[in-house]
């Protein structure tokens, strides 16, 4: 580990020495690079003449020093000061007639003094264009591959000749792929831009045409437009190629855009997974349809926040691990909920579907204003884990979040123990007994009463864990579950009533469907079309895409 950071040090300062050595040279920078520290330089940058200045902001530049950065950045926008007194340069901010003095290399606050004890240090145009480089330079040679990258992203958007040949030193000795594309596009736009060699233009437009970037697109259009009409024929080869280019860039971002929006159909279908998994299991044992299913959901996200709460309170260091506990307590307080509900009222009103539906919704309403009447009607505050938080971005502008990555991962793990319950214990097998055939399971000696509470409370426990994901991407607040409970049942019944599998692949079909109807008629038109296509499909097929067998079920 020792060897690595030693070899990333050295690398870092080989880039910056290279960078630098092709941008400065000649007497000036060998008369700057003989002062003593980078103390010395800085003071230069407050106290010296012009030509003194460019010298330090050179020689500045080769240190590949990353706090050097806000000090020429401050040189340049003109908040660097000089006291009159010492000669101490301060990096300053006037408000007032007072001037707040930051040391410049330490990044403390000095203290307040009148502004006419400074002198501002100034710049003129040509030490303006070093800095720039300088700048530049500084940030591609930063250790940080993000910073790297963000100097990359930002020569693109305003290309320097002065630039060219630093970027092709950059590329040269990067070793990050995602700072190396970002380099590579910023010096084959400013190739593109200044180069006076045709070929090197051309060079450029193919580089530029192989990047599936809706900004190479904006950058392109913008450099087409800048040609004439009456441009020689040179220049009319380069706009042809350039506009070819640009058709190529826009198949590349329609291509990844498709595979983001499969991407967010994917993203959007794990959350419906896991809010109609449990839905799908009690209404496929016991065929009651649960309208308190959505605040079962309501509680698990409430039990996240509890949990977090008491993290905060008695364990803060530990609050990256506080969703590892609330994913088993939003379980056991939603499945045991979801028993009593069972025990309390369900058993009594077995074969009555309306009176059920009539039931349930009533006691969803019940655990509405309970909580509300607890927490209160605000949404409440869960912070994501560390490990939770940021995105990747992936090529054509596809962002896909890392929260959005675990809950899809969280789903499936969620179903593939669940088909292991279905599959390989002895609740299980008693489960699709009472399913398949309730009568027939009885005259076996199977408890149906039993294996109907304790799916009831499987059920609402998983609707629980589908608290805990939520609550990382939606707002916790008493009507958290309403907003699922529709697409819920039209997952269960799309997928087949009672069938793992079926959920599964309705989950992940509606979520792909509303994400590729969203750009064309919106999320609430989109959402009716589905609806609309769900009645018309049930009609064809009344019992889903994956129908259970069974006497009973087929009676």
């Not at 020429?72 to 707040?100: F, M």
């Not at 004439?228 to 198949?251: C, D, F, G, S, W």
């Not at 896991?274 to 079962?296: D, K, Q, S, W, Y």
């Not at 214990?425 to 039993?450: D, E, K």
Request: aromatic share 8%.
């Amino acid at each position: 580990m020792v060897h690595a950071m030693v070899t990333q040090a050295l690398g870092s300062l080989a880039r910056a020495l290279l960078l630098c050595a092709a941008l400065f040279s000649g007497t000036a920078y060998a008369q700057a690079i003989e002062a003593k520290s980078i103390e010395d330089l800085v003071a230069i940058l407050g106290a010296g003449d012009f030509t003194a200045k460019i010298d330090a902001t050179q020689a500045l530049a080769t240190t590949g020093d990353p706090r050097l950065v806000p000090i020429l950045q401050a040189l340049l926008d003109g908040n660097l000061y000089a006291r009159k007194s010492d000669h101490l340069v301060v990096i300053g901010k006037e408000q007032g007639g007072t001037l707040t003095a930051t040391d410049p290399l330490a990044e403390k606050v000095i203290g307040q003094a009148p502004v006419a004890d400074f002198e501002r240090a100034r710049v003129n145009n040509r030490l303006r264009t070093v800095l720039q480089t300088a700048l530049g330079a500084l940030q591609l040679a930063h250790p940080d591959p993000s910073r790297r990258k963000a100097s990359a992203d930002a020569l693109f958007k305003t290309p320097s000749v002065e630039m060219i040949e630093p970027l092709r030193l950059a590329i040269e000795h990067e070793h990050n792929g995602t700072a190396r594309r970002a380099l590579v596009r910023a010096l084959a736009a400013t190739e593109l831009q200044f180069s006076e060699k045709i070929d090197a233009k051309r060079a450029a437009v193919v580089t530029l045409a192989a990047l599936a970037d809706p900004d190479v697109r904006s950058y392109l259009n913008g450099r087409i437009n800048s040609i004439p009409e009456t441009a020689n024929a040179e220049q009319q080869e380069l706009k042809a190629a350039m506009t070819a280019a640009v058709v190529q860039i826009e198949r590349r971002i329609a291509s990844w855009q498709t595979f983001g929006n499969v991407l967010q159909g994917i993203s959007l279908g794990s959350v419906l997974l896991l809010a109609a998994i449990g839905l799908a299991i009690t209404f496929g044992v016991m065929g009651v349809i649960n309208m308190a299913h959505g605040e079962m959901v309501m509680l698990g996200a409430y039990t996240t926040y509890v949990v977090q709460l008491a993290f905060r309170q008695y364990l803060p260091g530990g609050l990256d691990y506080a969703l590892l506990v609330a994913v088993p307590a939003a379980f056991a307080v939603s499945g045991l909920v979801g028993v009593a509900i069972e025990r309390g009222i369900i058993r009594w009103l077995y074969g009555r579907p309306l009176e059920t539906l009539l039931a349930t919704w009533g006691l969803s309403l019940m655990l509405q204003q309970a909580v509300r009447s607890f927490f209160g009607p605000t949404n409440m505050q869960v912070t994501s884990p560390s490990w939770m938080s940021g995105a990747v971005e992936l090529t054509g502008g596809v962002v896909v979040t890392y929260n959005r990555i675990w809950i899809a991962v969280f789903a499936l793990l969620v179903f593939g123990l669940l088909i292991f319950i279905q599959r390989r214990t002895q609740f299980g097998l008693q489960m699709r007994a009472v399913t398949q055939n309730r009568r027939m399971a009885r005259s076996m000696g199977i408890r149906s009463g039993w294996v109907d509470a304790l799916t009831f409370g499987l059920g609402s426990g998983i609707a629980g864990m589908a608290g805990v994901a939520l609550s990382q991407i939606d707002n916790v607040s008493p009507n958290l579950g309403q907003g699922y409970i529709v697409d819920s049942f039209m997952v269960v019944v799309f997928g087949g009533v009672g069938n793992l599998w079926g959920t599964l692949v309705g989950a992940f079909g509606l979520g792909i469907i509303n994400k590729f109807l969203e750009p064309y008629a919106g999320a609430v038109l989109g959402k009716i079309l589905v609806l609309v296509a769900i009645v018309l499909f049930i009609q064809w097929r009344p019992r889903g895409l994956f129908a259970l067998k069974g006497r009973a079920v087929e009676a």
